[in-house]
C-alpha cells in the first residue's frame, strides 16, 4: 500500500523551514527518507524504525510517531541544496523491498 | 558506503528492439536487488525484486515477459525490455539493501530509456 505524502510541492525561500508529512493507514516497519533530485537516483536520508523516534542530522530531521502510522520530515533554515523531490518509502515483506510515496517537490529561491 | 552501478545511463532505441540494463554491486553481494520504474514527474514504482539464482517476483501488472529479469550472480542483477515499444520510455532504477542490516536502499545511477 502506498503511503500518503503531503504537500505534492513547496516553494520556499533560503532560511525558511518546511515540513513533509507521510502517513499510512496501516502501522509501519519502518519508514524511509529519500531525496531525489532531477535526472539522479533517490539518495537515502535516513530511516526510522521505532515509534516515537526523531532523529535528524544538520538541519534535516524527522519523527514517527508513537503509532507508526505517520512520519514527518522537517527542513530548517533551508538552503539552495535542499530543493529537490522528497520520497517516503515503507518497506513491504522481509525481503525489505520500499514502496515509496508520490513524492514532494521542494523549491528553494534565493 | 556500498556502491551499485547501473549501466548504461541512457539508452536510445528503434522499437521493437530489446534493451539490457545491467545493475552490479560494486563492493557487495547482494542476494536481492529491486528494480523500479520512474516516469516523469512521478513516483518510482517497484517492478519487481531480483532473487539470486532463483526467479524473480514480479509487482502486480508487470508483465514478467516484457521484463525479463536475471540475477545470475551475487553482484549482477540485469533487467532486459523486450521488443521495446515508445509507452516503454522511462527512467529505470536499480537498487541493492545495504549489506550491513535492513537499512537503507543503495540506488544506482538509473537508466533514461528512449524508445523511438
Known amino acids: 500500500q502506498q503511503p500518503v505524502q503531503s504537500p505534492q510541492a513547496v516553494i520556499l525561500r533560503e532560511g525558511e523551514d518546511a515540513v513533509i508529512n507521510c502517513s499510512s493507514s496501516?502501522?509501519?516497519?519502518?519508514v524511509h527518507w529519500y531525496r531525489q533530485k532531477h535526472g539522479e537516483a533517490p539518495v537515502f536520508l535516513m530511516i526510522?524504525?521505532?515509534?516515537?523516534e526523531q532523529k535528524g542530522h544538520d538541519k534535516i530531521s524527522a519523527s514517527f510517531n508513537e503509532k507508526k502510522q505517520q512520519s514527518s520530515l522537517y527542513l530548517t533554515a533551508s538552503q539552495l541544496s535542499y530543493s529537490g523531490t522528497y520520497f517516503c518509502?515503507?518497506?513491504?515483506?522481509?525481503?525489505?523491498?520500499?514502496?515509496f510515496g508520490k513524492g514532494t517537490k521542494l523549491s528553494v529561491k534565493p | 558506503g556500498a556502491v551499485v552501478s547501473q549501466h548504461p545511463s541512457r539508452v536510445i532505441c528503434k522499437s521493437g528492439t530489446s534493451v539490457k540494463i545491467e545493475c552490479r554491486s560494486l563492493?557487495?553481494?547482494?542476494?536481492?536487488m529491486f528494480w523500479y520504474r520512474q516516469f516523469p514527474k512521478k513516483s518510482l514504482m517497484l517492478m519487481a525484486t531480483?532473487?539470486?539464482?532463483?526467479?524473480?517476483?514480479?509487482e502486480q501488472g508487470v508483465e514478467k515477459d516484457k521484463f525479463l529479469i536475471n540475477h545470475a550472480s551475487l553482484t549482477l542483477s540485469t533487467l532486459t525490455v523486450t521488443s521495446a515499444h515508445p509507452e516503454d520510455s522511462s527512467f529505470y532504477i536499480c537498487?541493492?539493501?545495504?549489506?550491513?542490516?535492513?537499512?537503507?536502499?543503495?540506488f544506482g545511477s538509473g537508466t533514461q530509456l528512449s524508445v523511438l
Open positions: 537498487s541493492a539493501r545495504d549489506p550491513n542490516g535492513r537499512e537503507k536502499l543503495f
Open positions: 496501516k502501522a509501519l516497519y519502518s
Open positions: 526510522l524504525l521505532k515509534g516515537g
Open positions: 518509502g515503507t518497506e513491504r515483506g522481509s525481503q525489505g523491498n520500499l514502496i
Open positions: 563492493d557487495f553481494q547482494a542476494t536481492t
Open positions: 531480483s532473487n539470486e539464482g532463483s526467479k524473480a517476483t514480479y
